[in-house]
C-alpha cells in the first residue's frame, strides 16, 4: 500500500500530548528540587495505582476474574482512571483485542511484529488504536456511570495531581505525582513489550508471553504472563506459591472483609497443563509449525516427481480447469515428498513447549505444508508453461 495514502499508519503526534506532557513535567524537577517526602509519595502512589492497574483495570475489568458491588466497582474505576492510562471501558477494550489476537499481526503491541519501542510505546501515538472495538466490552458499557467516567478520560488523573499540589506544593506535584506516573508507564508497558520477550514459557499459549520473576515483582504479579495467557480468567496469575503475586494478596484480604467475592482460581488440570489447549491455538500453532518448512524446496520435489510419470503441461490444463481439485489431489500425490509427521513432531518440540496438543498440531501443520505445497505446484506448473 501507498504508505503516503495510508493516514490510519501515521504516527500523529497531538494525541499523545498526556502522554509526552507528563514525561516533559518530570523534567520540572530540576527547579522544584527532590525531597524525602515527595519521594516517599511517589513511591506510595505507583504501588497504589500499579495495584489498580493490575487488579482493577486488568483482573477486574477486562477478565472479570471476580466480583464487587457496582458502587465499589465505581470507586475502583475511579482509582484506576488516576493512572493516565485513559479510560477503563478503553482499557478493557484495547487488552481484550490483544488476547484476541496475541503475537499475530493484528495485535497492536506486539513486539514481534512490530519491534520492541512500537509494542512498548510506539502503538499509542497510531490514531488506528483511539478507537477500539466497544463490541467486545458491552458488559461494561451498560454501566452509564462506567461509560460516562471513561469520557471523563484525564478527570482523576488531574484532580490526583490538583490534590497533591495542593498537599505539598510544586515538588510534590512534580515528584510525588509525575515521577510516579510516568514510572507507572513504562512499567505497564513492559508487560507489552518484555513480557512478550524475556523469561521463560510453561505452557503452550500460541503467543510469545513469558513468566518473569522480576517483572512480576515490580508490576505486583503481572509478569507471570505466560501463565496468564494459559488461563486468563483466574484471578491469580502467580500458580505456585513461590510465584510471587502481591496484587493477589492484597484481592485476597478484601475478600474476607467482602469487598470482593468470587475470586476464580485456574483449574488443577490448567495448572499442570495436562488439558489439551483450544482449536484456535492449535491452528495457530500449526501454522506457525508449518510456516517453518520451505514450501518452494517441497513444491519443486513434487513437481519433479509428478513429471516422472506426466508433463507439466497436464498439471497446468488441470490447474486451469480446477484449481481447487488438483489442490487437493496433489495434497494427497505430495505427501510421500513433505517432510514426515515424526519430522514434524521433532521440529514442534524445538520449537514449542510441550502440551497434550501437540499431536493435533502437527497433523494440522501437516495438512497446511500438503496444501500449501500443492497450491505452490500448481503455480510451478503454469510458470513452466
Ligand atoms: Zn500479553
Ligand atoms: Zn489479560
Not at 497531538?14 to 502522554?19: E, H, K, R
Request: include cysteine.
Amino acid at each position: 500500500m501507498d504508505h503516503a495514502h495510508a493516514p490510519h499508519n501515521d504516527i500523529v503526534y497531538p494525541a499523545a500530548v498526556p502522554f509526552v506532557l507528563v514525561h516533559v513535567a518530570c523534567l520540572a524537577a530540576i527547579w522544584t528540587g527532590v525531597s524525602l517526602e515527595a519521594l516517599v509519595a511517589a513511591f506510595v502512589l505507583y504501588l497504589v495505582r500499579m495495584w489498580a492497574i493490575t487488579g482493577v483495570y486488568h483482573r477486574y475489568f477486562s477478565h472479570r476474574s471476580y466480583k464487587t458491588s457496582r458502587v465499589f466497582q465505581f470507586f475502583l474505576a475511579f482509582l484506576g482512571q488516576t493512572s493516565a492510562q485513559r479510560g477503563v471501558i478503553w482499557w478493557s477494550a484495547v487488552h481484550r483485542h490483544h488476547h484476541l489476537y496475541s503475537d499475530l499481526p493484528e495485535d497492536v503491541h506486539s513486539p514481534r511484529h512490530h519491534g520492541f519501542w512500537y509494542s512498548h510505546m510506539g502503538w499509542i501515538f497510531n490514531p488506528k488504536n483511539w478507537e477500539p472495538d466497544y463490541g467486545t466490552v458491552k458488559d461494561l458499557t451498560k454501566y452509564r456511570e462506567l461509560v460516562i467516567l471513561d469520557r471523563f478520560t484525564y478527570t482523576p488523573a488531574v484532580i490526583l495531581g490538583f490534590a497533591m499540589w495542593f498537599w505539598g506544593g510544586w515538588t510534590m506535584l512534580v515528584v510525588g505525582f509525575f515521577w510516579s506516573t510516568m514510572v507507572l508507564y513504562h512499567c505497564t508497558f513492559f508487560i507489552n513489550s518484555l513480557a512478550h520477550e524475556l523469561g521463560s514459557q510453561r505452557y503452550l499459549t500460541g503467543d510469545d508471553s513469558r513468566n518473569n520473576f522480576w517483572l512480576a515483582l515490580i508490576t505486583l504479579g503481572e509478569g507471570w504472563h505466560n501463565n496468564h495467557h494459559h488461563y486468563q480468567s483466574s484471578v491469580r496469575q502467580g500458580f505456585k506459591w513461590w510465584e510471587v503475586d502481591i496484587t493477589y494478596y492484597i484481592l485476597k484480604v478484601m475478600s474476607w472483609t467482602g469487598l470482593v467475592w468470587d475470586l476464580r482460581a485456574p483449574p488443577e488440570a490448567i495448572v499442570r497443563g495436562d488439558r489439551p489447549v483450544g482449536r484456535k491455538i492449535v491452528e495457530k500453532v500449526a501454522s506457525e509449525l508449518a510456516g517453518s518448512f520451505s514450501v518452494e524446496r517441497y513444491a519443486l520435489r513434487v513437481r519433479d516427481a509428478w513429471a516422472e510419470s506426466h508433463t507439466v503441461d497436464d498439471l497446468a490444463d488441470l490447474a486451469k480447469r480446477a484449481r481447487g481439485q488438483v489442490e487437493a489431489r496433489l495434497a494427497e500425490l505430495s505427501l510421500s515428498h513433505l517432510p514426515t509427521v515424526p519430522e514434524l513432531r521433532d521440529k514442534a518440540e524445538e520449537m514449542f513447549n510441550e502440551s497434550p496438543s501437540l499431536d493435533a498440531i502437527v497433523y494440522r501443520a501437516h495438512e497446511l505444508l500438503a496444501m500449501a505445497v500443492a497450491a505452490h505446484v500448481c503455480d510451478l506448473a503454469l510458470d513452466t508453461r
